[in-house]
Structures are given as C-alpha cells and as structure tokens.
C-alpha cells in the first residue's frame, strides 16, 4: 500500500494516514480502539518518529518530538 489510507489492527487500533510500501509513512492519525485519538504526527517505517502530539488514555497530552515510538 502507498499514498493515504485506512488500517485496522487486531488489537482494535485505526491507523489514518499516509503509507509507503506498506508501512506507516508521513503524516498520520493512530485511535485507540475505543475511538480516542493515540497519536497523530509524523511515521517513519510504521514508527511515530519526528513531531507529534501522544493522547494516553487518563487524558495527558505530550506534544513534542518522537524517536522510534508508538
């Protein structure tokens, strides 16, 4: 898959967002599966890597950069 796109895993996550040869890559939104927003930033190889915003399920926010998360 490349270009944007929609994927959903088993655990119940949704990815939104950008691909390349399959891989979360460029600009994307990941959703818990209850709907709430996980991360929405830059993906380099299917990781949150670049800046960011991280959403945890007590409600904190960090907005900043990411090296090979998510």
């Given at each position: 898959?490349?270009?944007?796109?929609?994927?959903?895993?088993?655990?119940?996550?949704?990815?939104?967002?950008?691909?390349?040869?399959?891989?979360?890559?460029?600009?994307?939104?990941?959703?818990?599966?209850?709907?709430?927003?996980l991360?929405?930033?830059?993906?380099?190889?299917?990781?949150?890597?670049?800046?960011?915003?991280?959403?945890?399920?007590?409600?904190e926010?960090?907005?900043?950069?990411?090296?090979?998360?998510?």
């Open positions: 898959m490349n270009g944007n796109g929609v994927r959903y895993y088993e655990n119940g996550e949704i990815y939104k967002g950008q691909f390349k040869n399959s891989f979360r890559h460029g600009k994307g939104k990941s959703y818990y599966s209850n709907g709430d927003i991360y929405d930033g830059d993906w380099v190889n299917d990781e949150g890597e670049g800046e960011g915003t991280y959403h945890n399920l007590k409600g926010i960090y907005i900043g950069k990411f090296k090979h998360s998510m």
